[in-house]
């Protein structure tokens, strides 16, 4: 593997259809999916990249049935603390970002914890988008940016560029996804990091997410390091610069 991308963006798809395949129920598939979680971020830090996001739960999976949206808070609860002594162990430094106002004080105070207790950490940053849309993003830096207008703490001047737009994210301070990964043959965004993924390469796997596995991750890779990415210019233009 030649290029390592800087940041590495999972949508993890197929849990269900993984359990159903197997007569389970659709939470079975869930729980299944941490272990793939587990080696992609182990896969990770092992392959030094700096930054791994997965989207977990979107904004529009709250209207699922209210028995799954349960189980998987739960489930994140429970992953948030068992994972805990492998992140600190890896060195992994452990971020959430969504609409945390929807999450349960349980939640929150889990994930405040493992935020801190991890904040000193150099290695692997690890995200996990929960209660996540692109769209809800992109609004609420438009919100965060006219309240900062209005209060005349900007210089009202200065024409909006996307460099000043983006500090009001909730990506914040994160690299735009080199790579994004979808697992289980769908091949669209759904609502995920609308403006951060202008210029990021898709791969798309039939491989279901709880069978998602160190050696697809690497399969993902090697596609990767072989693509030009050239972000509007020519091919010349490209290798003039390398
Ligand atoms: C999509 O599959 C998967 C999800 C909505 C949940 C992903 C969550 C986990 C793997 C839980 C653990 C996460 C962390 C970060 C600890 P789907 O249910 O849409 O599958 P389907 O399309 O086959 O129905």
Redesign the pocket.
């Known amino acids: 593997m030649s290029k390592i991308p800087k940041h590495v963006s999972i949508i993890?798809?197929?849990?269900?259809?993984?359990a159903?395949q197997r007569g389970f129920e659709?939470l079975e598939?869930?729980k299944a999916?941490?272990e793939?979680?587990k080696a992609a971020a182990e896969f990770a830090a092992e392959n030094k990249i700096d930054f791994l996001s997965?989207f977990?739960?979107?904004e529009e999976?709250w209207t699922r049935p209210q028995d799954e949206v349960s189980g998987?808070m739960e489930?994140?609860i429970d992953?948030?603390i068992g994972?805990r002594k492998t992140l600190l162990d890896n060195n992994i430094k452990f971020l959430v970002i969504g609409d945390e106002t929807r999450l349960s004080e349980t939640l929150i105070s889990k994930i405040l914890e493992l935020k801190k207790i991890t904040s000193s950490n150099t290695g692997l940053t690890l995200i996990?988008f929960l209660s996540y849309s692109g769209k809800w993003d992109i609004l609420q830096a438009v919100t965060k940016y006219l309240e900062k207008a209005r209060s005349s703490e900007l210089n009202n001047n200065e024409p909006l560029s996307a460099e000043l737009f983006e500090t009001f994210l909730s990506t914040r301070g994160i690299p735009d996804p080199d790579l994004l990964i979808r697992s289980?043959g769908?091949q669209r965004l759904s609502n995920y990091m609308l403006w951060q993924c202008a210029y990021t390469e898709f791969y798309f796997t039939d491989v279901?997410?709880p069978d998602f596995r160190k050696n697809d991750f690497k399969r993902a890779l090697d596609i990767y390091s072989e693509r030009e990415r050239r972000y509007g210019k020519t091919g010349d233009q490209i290798n003039k610069i390398k």
């Open positions: 993890m798809d197929g849990n269900g259809r993984w159903k659709r598939g869930h999916g941490v793939s979680v997965l977990a739960f979107s999976n998987l489930l994140m992953a948030i994972e996990v289980s769908e279901l997410w």
